[in-house]
């Protein structure tokens, strides 16, 4: 056997995932709980292995496997193109970095529309073949509610979504906020509690307004779970690029930004090439090493070869 140590990659399976031993996993009665305490419930996106590290590190309660990921991981400027089997492949990826959150994973677009048939058979294909917990769809129409209700009948949790839901931007005019009429504000309170009726364990709103979320929050028994909703909801989501700044540019007006990622992923990669060219990288400490006599006998071998050779 070498002497050499063997230069294995960490892998999942020899990884400890930084977790608090003492916390339980998320369960659909923990939550509610959590809800009646009136303990925020703390809630991130994650689309791979390490974004996934870190929602768990910071004991986060639900995780997302959110259909941003067509903007923020595959480089789309909306969330339609994204396939169901991309997210199948990122919602895999985000389970081998989680133990504790319920992890959910956000239907694309175009997987559940046609039929309550198709939704539930996504759902089970993100259950089985991706390891979630739980599944969300977007809208509160009459569609998305009898969808809600057909993977909740199968047995699958599912998450509503209402408000400012990307996949039908165009229809809503845009990336903006939405029930800014008492009319409009009336009719998310109306899709929330369909989507609650149709059995959703939980409710997203997304860019309403924050005195339209209080009052409307009062009056939603399950979680609701805001972005760009106020502080009124019994918890709060950001999109995990959006709060590490790896994007160009500030985003949405209710993003709060933790770190600048993108800027120093860029100073590093840029000092890297720097040292690539300059050829201060590698330098001795990052080569392995030969014993000499083994050296002076490859000399020899390569010698014979070169003249057999000419
Ligand atoms: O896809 C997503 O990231 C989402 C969140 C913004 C809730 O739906």
Known sequence: MSSH???????????????????????????????????????????????????????????????????????????????LEDMLVLAAAARRGLRTPLLIGDLPFGSYEISDEQAVTTAVRMVREAGCDAVKLEGGGPAPVSRARAIAGAGIPVMGHVGLTPQSSTALGGWKAQGRTARAAAQIGAQALALQDA?????????????????????????????????????????????????????????????????????????????????????????YKIDPAELEELRVLLTAADRSCS
């Open 5 to 83: 140590p063997t230069h294995r990659p960490p892998t999942p399976a020899n990884v400890e995932i930084p977790h608090d031993p003492g916390r339980l996993p998320m369960t659909l009665p923990l939550l509610a709980e959590k809800q009646r305490l009136g303990e925020p419930i703390v809630m991130v996106t994650a689309y791979d292995y390490p974004s996934a590290r870190a929602a768990e590190a910071a004991g986060c309660d639900l995780v997302l496997v959110g259909d941003s990921a067509a903007t923020t991981v595959l480089g789309y400027t909306a969330t339609t193109p994204v396939r």
């Open 199 to 287: 059995g959703c364990f939980a409710l997203v709103f997304e860019a309403i307004p924050a005195a339209v979320t209080e009052e409307l929050v009062s009056r939603v028994e399950v979680p609701v779970i805001g972005i760009g909703a106020g502080p009124a909801t019994d918890g709060q989501v950001l999109v995990f690029h959006d709060l590490l700044g790896i994007r160009d540019g500030l985003g949405p007006r209710f993003v709060k930004r933790y770190a600048s990622l993108q800027q120093e992923m860029n100073a590093g990669v840029a000092a890297y090439a720097e040292d690539v060219r300059t050829r201060r990288y590698p330098g001795p400490e990052h080569v």
